[in-house]
């Protein structure tokens, strides 16, 4: 057993790098991203916001990296025991998660281009009777490359010269749609095995020791596939106040993969309908955003577990976040120091069926180097 707990380290130590890409912000404004994402992050959310760009951005370096929030389950690890059984009683139903992102990115008015490398290696076990261990790793790389086209004199911006959040600059409404390919290479594993079975002790006891072939006999899997993201956005502007409604299909139609290595191809990833609004004000050295999301509006989940809301209170230097999703908060910070930038915080998603079932609190930190914009 001492050696299935070491194979079992080294292979999720193996896995300690991220998985698929997320915008920092949007988590940390519970996902009510839809209808303003305005960041490096355009064409993976609803890549029509880039439509009334009038801004050259560029974002060489952005890594990104998430951990599960171990301090809400402090006690639990106290007087640690030495034992597999007294181990798997104390951390039954804790989740622990890791992972970590880069995706570079280059926006020309309308038109964007992502590079992504992204691993995430997340586990729990349940049933304390007869514990079973749920695994899911996924490591990808890929890129992404959109464009939109914008109709009105309404939503174009550029930056706002004391807080450098993006300001729209006329007066009137927009209308942009907006379009994306994204190429993934995924590697994944996801399963269910009995911690005491005999599954994972065969592998090990049949000489599955290194950790490709013990990957193997777990069902780990790659495949290639290229995936669509659609997106519309409406604007109204005026000289303070911004109001947007967007709506995108992420995934479109499924983003499936072929098998490259493997049994089975990485399953498919299912479309996502999310719909968003947001009211904005922008002063001289102040701006506020108020976002409401709704989605995945498709999928089979409580109702409950569709809403998200967001609000973000930027002064000069520092942004605040605060969001709600799926009963849950979260909260956090974006520092603006030109060529170096900090995004940090925390906030909780489900993982469960229900709403507010089973919590999973992360802390999330992106550190962005070197990134810069000017008008074109």
Not at 74 to 84: D, L, N, R, T
Not at 141 to 150: E, K, L, T
Request: hydrophobic share 40%.
């Amino acid at each position: 057993m001492r050696n299935l707990g070491t194979i079992l380290i080294s292979l999720f130590s193996f896995c300690c790098f991220g998985q698929a890409v997320k915008s920092p912000v949007a988590k940390l404004v519970g996902n009510a991203y839809t209808s303003r994402a305005l960041d490096n992050y355009s064409l993976f959310y609803n890549p029509a916001a880039i439509g009334p760009s009038k801004l050259v951005e560029v974002y060489p370096i952005n890594p990104l990296g998430e951990l599960s929030n171990v301090f809400e389950n402090s006690e639990k690890f106290k007087g640690f025991p030495s034992s597999p059984v007294g181990v798997a009683e104390r951390i039954i139903d804790i989740p622990l998660s890791v992972s970590a992102q880069g995706a570079p990115g280059l926006k020309f008015g309308p038109i964007a281009f992502n590079a992504f490398l992204g691993n995430e290696t997340s586990m729990i076990l349940r049933n304390q009777v007869y514990p079973q261990l749920d695994i899911s790793y996924r490591f990808d790389r890929g890129f992404i490359f959109g464009f939109a086209s914008s109709w009105g004199n309404g939503g174009k911006y550029r930056k706002n010269s004391y807080t450098r959040t993006k300001k729209a600059t006329a007066n009137g409404k927009n209308f942009s749609i907006g379009a994306a390919v994204k190429y993934i290479d995924r590697q994944s594993l996801d399963g269910n095995f009995s911690l005491f079975g005999t599954k994972l002790y065969s592998s090990i006891v049949e000489g599955s020791t290194d950790l490709d072939s013990l990957k193997e006999t777990l069902g780990f899997n790659r495949g290639k596939g290229f995936g669509f993201n659609l997106g519309a956005l409406y604007s109204w502007s005026s000289s303070l106040t911004e109001i947007n409604f967007g709506a995108s299909l992420l995934d479109a139609f499924g983003t499936k993969f072929k098998k490259v290595d493997g049994e089975t191809a990485p399953s498919e990833i299912p479309m996502q309908l999310r719909t968003g609004f947001s009211f904005k004000q922008t002063l001289p050295a102040l701006h506020y955003i108020l976002s409401v999301d709704a989605g995945p509006v498709l999928a089979d989940i409580d109702w409950k577990r569709k809403l998200h809301v967001g609000f973000e209170l930027g002064i000069p230097l520092i942004d605040f976040f605060m969001g709600w999703s799926e009963g849950y908060m979260s909260y956090g910070f974006r520092t603006d120091f030109w060529i170096f930038n900090i995004i940090a915080g925390l906030y909780g998603q489900e993982l469960g069926v229900n709403y507010s079932e089973q919590k999973l609190s992360q802390f999330i930190l992106q550190v962005e180097l070197f990134s810069f914009d000017f008008g074109l």
